[in-house]
């Protein structure tokens, strides 16, 4: 914490040598023109106690100037959300720099209780004068805050789900609180189920998903904590996960086929059939992912722009009562056949006088998907890349000797291939002739 009596010295008018903080923020300086006279003196400030909290201790600005010659008057702008004589003492428009003395220090002492008070800026800048030239940085700010020890704790509390609420177990659960604080900012939000920590969330909405709740009964409590540490524990909302029943369905996944083979971006349904249970639901997995969820017979999803890998498909077939019935897995590969690609033009071998510039073009195509882009090199250097056809770029300044041509072409899942040739760029000898005599 701070001191007061380091404030005090603050607020005495020398303190020799120089003293620099880094540049404010320019969104409150007002427009000025500095004088650019080389002979006067340079004046900067900083902030050097950039926090003040009411009813405890001040902030502090730092005027500085780089020579001691006489009295120096110097110009200030005081603006802000915090009113100057309103939420701090008076801090008057022109100061003065005493002679044989560097540096002035303006304190900032905050006006007014710290009860439910609104954090408060106050921002000061040089303004121009012709007896003296802005130095950097000619703005800063001091912040006002309420008094860390009179500051009151959030309020936190629960609100999904509802207090003894039953669940199936290992099923997701969402967990939301609802918190505020009156005079500060809340900083996080902490989720516990009995002495198990879940997790943290920093911003609103305050939600987290516990997944794979084991079975038991569970008090959930959330955490609320704002920014000087004082934290709130809200009341215990009650939650049973319970094992379901033994399911008396069969699930077996009748489409794709096993050790079935699809191009990169493929659709792949996916149909199941169930016999017996009261089915309320056939939810299909890569996994354990959830890809849909069909409620009627016949019971089917479309696995849309699939990218390449090996998968493992299965379905469960959800009952009314909680059972679950889960089929046995399915694997399948989805594999990706590259693109193709050919430089049209030059061809290989083709040459040139030099220096010149050359048009580069290629041709390609992806049988199972979709040509992101097409890039060009010339000997190792990157040329350009092309995202639509006709796919096309200018080599410049070719200068002579053999260069090697690549075109590279991408498809959308990461494939590439890459074709090349080789050009030869000489230096014809120049021509000549004598016209006279004859």
Same mark, same amino acid.
Request: hydrophobic share 35%.
């Given at each position: @914490? &701070? ?13 020799? #040598? ?9 969104? +409150? ?55 100057? #004589? ?96 009156? +005079? ?11 002495? &198990? ?37 809200? !009341? ?46 056939? +939810? ?33 077939? @959800? ?6 019935? !889960? ?11 590259? %693109? ?26 992806? !049988? ?59 230096? %014809? ?10």
């Amino acid at each position: @914490m &701070k001191k007061v009596y380091y404030l005090s010295t603050i607020a005495a008018l020398a303190i020799s #040598g120089s003293t620099f903080a880094k540049d404010g923020d320019d969104e +409150n300086k007002p427009n000025t023109t500095p004088t650019s006279d080389s002979t006067l003196p340079e004046v900067s400030v900083n902030a050097s106690d950039p926090v003040a909290f009411r009813g405890l201790s001040s902030g502090a600005f730092l005027l500085h100037r780089d020579r001691t010659n006489g009295d120096l008057a110097v110009n200030i702008i005081l603006n802000g959300t915090a009113t100057n #004589g309103v939420d701090y003492t008076t801090v008057p428009t022109t100061v003065t720099i005493p002679a044989g003395f560097f540096s002035l220090g303006l304190p900032i002492n905050p006006l007014g209780s710290s009860a439910s008070a609104p954090n408060l800026w106050v921002n000061l800048t040089i303004d121009t004068n012709a007896n003296y030239r802005l130095g950097r940085p000619d703005h800063a700010s001091v912040e006002i805050k309420g008094n860390v020890y009179e500051d009151q704790p959030p309020i936190v509390s629960i609100t999904s789900p509802a207090d003894n609420t039953g669940i199936t177990a290992h099923s997701n659960l969402a967990i939301t609180a609802d918190a505020t604080d009156a +005079n500060d900012i809340v900083s996080k939000v902490s989720f516990y189920a009995n002495d &198990k920590f879940l997790g943290t969330v920093t911003s609103s909405p305050y939600s987290i998903t516990w997944s794979n709740v084991p079975p038991g009964t569970f008090a959930l409590f959330a955490r609320a904590e704002d920014q000087f540490g004082k934290s709130t524990l809200s !009341s215990a909302v009650h939650v049973t996960a319970t094992n379901p029943p033994p399911s008396t369905a069969t699930v077996t996944l009748t489409a794709p086929n096993a050790g079935s083979s699809f191009g990169a971006g493929a659709n792949i349904t996916l149909s199941a059939d169930v016999a017996g249970g009261n089915i309320q639901a056939v +939810n299909f997995y890569n996994g354990d992912t959830l890809l849909g969820t069909d409620s009627t017979a016949p019971y089917s999803f479309v696995w849309n722009n699939v990218a390449p890998g090996h998968y493992s498909l299965r379905a469960k077939a @959800m009952e009314t009562d909680g059972a679950v019935a !889960s089929s046995a897995p399915v694997k399948v590969n989805v594999t990706n056949g590259l %693109p193709t690609v050919k430089i049209t033009s030059p061809t290989n071998n083709t040459t040139f006088g030099g220096p010149t510039d050359i048009t580069i073009s290629a041709d390609a195509s992806d !049988s199972d998907g979709t040509v992101a882009k097409v890039s060009f090199y010339g000997d190792a250097k990157f040329l350009g890349s092309v995202t639509n056809a006709p796919y096309t770029v200018n080599w410049t300044n070719v200068v002579p000797g053999k260069h090697l041509i690549v075109a590279s072409a991408a498809d959308t899942f990461g494939g590439f291939t890459s074709s090349a040739v080789m050009i030869n760029v000489t230096n %014809p000898p120049p021509t000549i002739s004598i016209t006279a005599p004859a």
